[in-house]
């Protein structure tokens, strides 16, 4: 995979980047924080190794 593609595919996979949408989509900061903190444990870590 080129750097470039990586590098855009950690970037939409950051769970930052996850909060920054849900809060766009409507969600409550408090409940887009809780998400997006239950993505990075479950999901972000264990791929991100």
Known sequence: MSHRITDALKHRLNPLHLYCRLCELGLPATLARSLSAGYE?????????
């Not at 444990?41 to 190794?49: E, F, I, Q």
């Open 41 to 49: 444990r479950m999901v972000y870590r264990p791929l991100a190794g």
